[in-house]
C-alpha cells in the first residue's frame, strides 16, 4: 500500500519551454501532496504544498508563477515548470500524505528535468 | 525553527559490522520522526515513524529508537544492499517536514 507514481520519470526540455509532471497516488486517496526539488548530494527542498480544491502554498524563496501546482483531484497533483531555464535542471520529487492528522508521507521515484 | 542534524555525514562499513546513525532535533511540538531510505536517483522510501520518547521500531536488520532529543537507526550484521542515504525527518505544525541532510551509508562486501 501507499504507492506513488510520478510521470515521466526523466525529461530533456529546450530553455524557454514548460513542462508538466505528475504525480499520482494509486491506492489511496491524497488530500495532501507535497513537491520538492533536491540537488546533487544535498538533502529534499520543499518547494509547496497542495490541498486537493485549493490553492498550493509556496516555501519563502518559490516562485508561484514559474512552479504552478495543481491537485485537482485527491489522487493526482501536478507541477507545471513554466519558460524552463537551465537552472531550473534538477531532481523532483512529490510526496502525498493519507490520513488525515499522519504526517507520514510516501514518495514518488521523482523525475530528472535537464533543461538545455 | 525545528533543526535536524545527521551524523555523520557518511559512513563506511564492512559486512556485518553493525553500527548506528544518529538524528539529533529541536522542534515545538513534534508530530512524529520519521525515517527514509534514499537510493541513488530515486525518491525516498518509508522505514519508521516514531511518535514518542522511548518507542522502538524494527524492520529486519534496521531498528529505530527516539528519544527527547535524538533518535537513532541501529543496523544489525548490514549487507552491501543496505547501502543508502538514510534521511530523518520531523513533523511540527502545518503538516510540512523538516529532513536533515542525510547519512550515506556504504557497506562494503
Known amino acids: 500500500g501507499a504507492v506513488v507514481s510520478q510521470h515521466p520519470s526523466w525529461v530533456i526540455c529546450k530553455s524557454g519551454t514548460s513542462v508538466k509532471i505528475e504525480c499520482r497516488s494509486l491506492?489511496?486517496?491524497?488530500?495532501?501532496m507535497f513537491w520538492y526539488r533536491q540537488f546533487p548530494k544535498q538533502s529534499l527542498m520543499l518547494m509547496a504544498t497542495?490541498?486537493?480544491?485549493?490553492?498550493?502554498?509556496?516555501e519563502q524563496g518559490v516562485e508561484k508563477d514559474k512552479f504552478l501546482i495543481n491537485h485537482a483531484s485527491l489522487t493526482l497533483s501536478t507541477l507545471t515548470v513554466t519558460s524552463a531555464h537551465p537552472e531550473d535542471s534538477s531532481f523532483y520529487i512529490c510526496?502525498?500524505?493519507?490520513?488525515?492528522?499522519?504526517?507520514?508521507?510516501?514518495f514518488g521515484p521523482g523525475t530528472r528535468l535537464t533543461v538545455t | 525553527e525545528d533543526q535536524v542534524t545527521q551524523s555523520p555525514e557518511a559512513l563506511r562499513l564492512q559486512e556485518g559490522e553493525s553500527s548506528s546513525l544518529n538524528c539529533s532535533y529541536t522542534v515545538s511540538g513534534l508530530r512524529g520522526l520519521f525515517w527514509y531510505r534514499q537510493d541513488p536517483g530515486k525518491g525516498p522510501e518509508f522505514l519508521f515513524t516514531l511518535y514518542s520518547a522511548g518507542e522502538e521500531k524494527e524492520k529486519e536488520r534496521l531498528k529505530a529508537t527516539l528519544t527527547k532529543k535524538e533518535s537513532f537507526l541501529h543496523i544489525t550484521a548490514p549487507k552491501p544492499e543496505d547501502s543508502a542515504t538514510y534521511l530523518c525527518?520531523?513533523?511540527?505544525?502545518?503538516?510540512?517536514?523538516?529532513f536533515g541532510e542525510g547519512t550515506q551509508l556504504t557497506v562494503n562486501p
Open positions: 491506492d489511496f486517496q491524497a488530500t495532501t
Open positions: 497542495s490541498n486537493e480544491g485549493s490553492k498550493a502554498t509556496y
Open positions: 525527518a520531523v513533523g511540527s505544525s502545518g503538516s510540512r517536514l523538516t
Open positions: 510526496s502525498a500524505r493519507g490520513e488525515q492528522g499522519s504526517y507520514e508521507q510516501y
